[in-house]
């Protein structure tokens, strides 16, 4: 039996950090590193940003929890600020990406409902990663995160990703489907990167069929694919989309955002939560959101994930381990042709913090939108000489 107070749901790395400045992370032992992973897609602005610092702190110092059952300023200026970005209507504040998509996938239910549709049912996708509640892990796409928590949540049914005649081969046979929920990108899955035109085609049939597009950009949104969600790039507005992660730098925040038919859906009374949207989450997402907009980071990660791919590209386009090197702005993955799980634990000893997912081919990295070019090109060699001198030993 374990005897550590902290329950076993995490295999860590043996490091602990002390404090953080921009890119670099220093642990209790006064070495640093290069954080490539920014606590998985959180802290575009990096550590201590001052604007997000100064936000907390004055916000701290004034007030910081009311409750739902008042009026808060900063949640309505906050939405304000994410509607007109969004191009959606309303915003419903959680305190996590999973609470984001319990959000939709109730609006989901309820406007089939609405419709007379008494098994609503969402479409979702093989490698799909929508949280870690019931009905999030019911939608997610990986069995093994699914295995032993049976029963799972009714009403979604489950086609490849990237695969359009298979969502219209579900339609064309279930009148229960209501809406569609699928990340942009797949970022747990690997960074899987669909078609073009994936996102558009979708957007189509959800039309044609009177469907939820809804999109899950937990962790494409706020900058880092190069817009400030990543269907802005695709000429489209979905239903429904949720965002957290990279909204807050690191103050717990989820939001999801709703347009149209779909933001008519909740009435009081249909949904809450205590914490969500509080005056200091508030501000710091506030402040996140002026900085990304003032400063273009959306902007700055599609020149500096360029930039990246292309140096990673540079020194292993051609080995043979290499599967291959994909990104859009700072999502980033090299994926190998077998497993290297140990790269993580090698790139920290040599101060370089990334990830593995993917089933462990995947190298992942998901910089601060802040990088520098400096410390992209420190990025850029030190992982490749560590993927090359591991990968050749094999
Ligand atoms: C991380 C993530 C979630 C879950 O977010 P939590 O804040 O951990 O609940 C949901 N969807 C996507 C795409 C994610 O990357």
Redesign the pocket.
Known sequence: MSTQPVMNTYTRLSVAFDHGQGCWLFDTDGNKYLDALSG??VCGLGHAHPAVTTAISEQASHLIHTSNLYTIPNQERLAERLTQISGMDNVFFGN????A?EAAIKIARKYGHSKDIETPTIIVFDGS????TMA?LSATGNRSAQAGFEPLVSGFVRAPYDDVDAVKNIIANNSNVVAILV?PIQ??GGIIIPADDYLNQLRDICDANDLLLML?E??TGNGRTGTYFAYQQKGILPDVVTT??GLGNGVPI?ACLARGKAAEVFVPGNHGSTYGGNPLCCAAALAVVNTITDEKLAQRAAELGDKIAEGFRAQLGDASYVKEIRHQGLLLAIELTEAGTELAVLCKVKGVLLNITGGGKVVRMLPPLIMSDTEAELLVNTVSRIIKVYMADE
Not at 129 to 132: C, E, L, M, N
């Open positions: 998985i897609a996590s990406g999973a609470e998509n990663f929508h949280g870690r999030t990340e970022g747990e899950d937990v962790q957290a992660k989820g």
